[in-house]
């Protein structure tokens, strides 16, 4: 089982920035990867960065609507990732949850940060 514990969400001006950080604890052997998704209201929830825990030549991932804005990293030592954004935008508003992805099976979700991006 693994426990993901967000936090940094909070209210933004457009063009503002703010860092998520995503703290796991509990059973971290084998993790495929980590990475953030968001929802917003009436919208599917969506991916918007990935990092590779297990295979680290794997390479980040991101939407297309965050690349050059938004930076996936994690403390492998502190069992962290972190998702700095910058130049936010009003679009970029929703709830982020910080997800696992274990090897073989298993999703693990946080409980999810409010981002609101309002001038």
């Known amino acids: 089982q693994v426990q993901l514990v967000e936090s940094g969400g909070g209210l933004v001006q457009p063009g503002g920035s703010l860092t998520l950080s995503c703290v796991a604890s509990?059973?971290?052997?084998?993790?495929?990867?980590m990475g953030w998704y968001r929802q917003a209201p009436a919208k599917q929830r969506e991916l918007v960065a990935s990092?590779?825990?297990?295979?680290?030549?794997?390479?980040?991932k991101y939407a297309d609507s965050v690349k050059g804005r938004f930076s996936i990293s994690r403390d492998s030592a502190r069992n962290t990732v972190y998702l700095q954004m910058n130049n936010l935008k009003t679009e970029d508003t929703a709830v982020y949850y910080c997800?696992?992805?274990?090897?073989?099976?298993?999703?693990?979700w946080g409980q999810g940060t409010q981002v609101t991006v309002q001038g």
């Open positions: 997800h696992v992805k274990k090897l073989i099976w298993g999703d693990y």
């Open positions: 990092i590779p825990v297990y295979y680290t030549a794997d390479s980040t």
């Open positions: 509990g059973n971290l052997h084998e993790i495929d990867s």
